[in-house]
């Protein structure tokens, strides 16, 4: 059963960066992307970035693109994603999750993700 576990969430001024943390445990995870989703109150889950395990490829969205990159430590089993210039609407629940389903297409939607960690809130103070 794969396991995935997301730290680093925590509150941060407008502005300044965070790391997350996915550790993922129960899989040989070469064939995995691993997703960012993020969930603020009352809206829905939204895609914010993925990366495949094994290789170079990474894909994010346009509100983070430029601000957050991903990066994984295969020998840790571990994805990153670092935040920089952080804005109040960043402010949400961050999970991490993973699927075999490495297309583009597929990477960016909800739905082809087979395993999730429990959220990591991220406050952003204006």
């Known amino acids: 059963q794969v396991q995935l576990v997301e730290s680093g969430g925590t509150l941060v001024q407008t502005g300044g960066s965070l790391t997350l943390s996915c550790t993922a445990s129960g899989g040989d995870f070469k064939s995995y992307a691993v997703g960012w989703f993020r969930q603020a109150p009352g809206k829905e889950r939204e895609f914010v970035g993925a990366?495949?395990?094994?290789?170079?490829?990474?894909y994010y969205a346009d509100s983070v693109k430029g601000r957050f990159t991903n990066s994984r430590d295969i020998a840790q089993n571990t994805v990153s994603l670092q935040m920089n210039s952080l804005k109040p609407e960043d402010t949400a629940v961050y999970y991490c999750?993973?699927?075999?389903?490495?297309?583009?297409?597929?990477?960016?939607?909800?739905?082809?993700?087979?395993?999730w960690g429990q959220g990591t809130q991220v406050t952003v103070s204006s």
């Open positions: 990366i495949l395990y094994v290789g170079v490829a990474t």
């Open positions: 999750a993973a699927t075999t389903n490495i297309r583009l297409s597929a990477v960016t939607e909800r739905p082809s993700y087979d395993y």
